[in-house]
């Protein structure tokens, strides 16, 4: 059973930066498709990024392409969002899953709330 938590959110202002971690336990991130997410109330969830488990690729929303980058560190079993350039509309609650096949996750976190003030 693989454990997901999130953390690294909070308040930041227009153009700021954050970056979010997503710590594993129980199962290398390696072995999955690392993707995160995030829900603004009202809105359905969106897609972010991904870290593909097989070759590292990456990939982006494109509403977040040019100013988030997803990483992960192995000695660590932890995935990473860094997030630049922020804008009011990335606030919302972002979270990380593990999916063995794409499109089908099998672990969630929890999430962290990430605020933009204008």
């Known amino acids: 059973q693989v454990q997901l938590v999130e953390s690294g959110g909070g308040l930041v202002q227009t153009g700021g930066s954050l970056r979010l971690s997503c710590a594993a336990s129980g199962g290398a991130f390696s072995m999955y498709h690392m993707t995160w997410f995030r829900q603004a109330p009202g809105n359905p969830r969106e897609f972010v990024a991904i870290?593909?488990?097989?070759?590292?690729?990456?990939y982006y929303g494109d509403s977040v392409k040019g100013r988030f980058t997803v990483s992960g560190d192995n000695a660590k079993n932890t995935v990473y969002l860094q997030m630049n350039s922020l804008k009011p509309e990335d606030t919302a609650v972002y979270s990380c899953?593990?999916?063995?096949?794409?499109?089908?996750?099998?672990?969630w976190g929890q999430g962290t709330q990430v605020t933009v003030s204008s």
């Open positions: 899953a593990a999916a063995q096949k794409i499109g089908v996750y099998d672990y």
């Open positions: 870290l593909n488990g097989v070759g590292g690729r990456t």
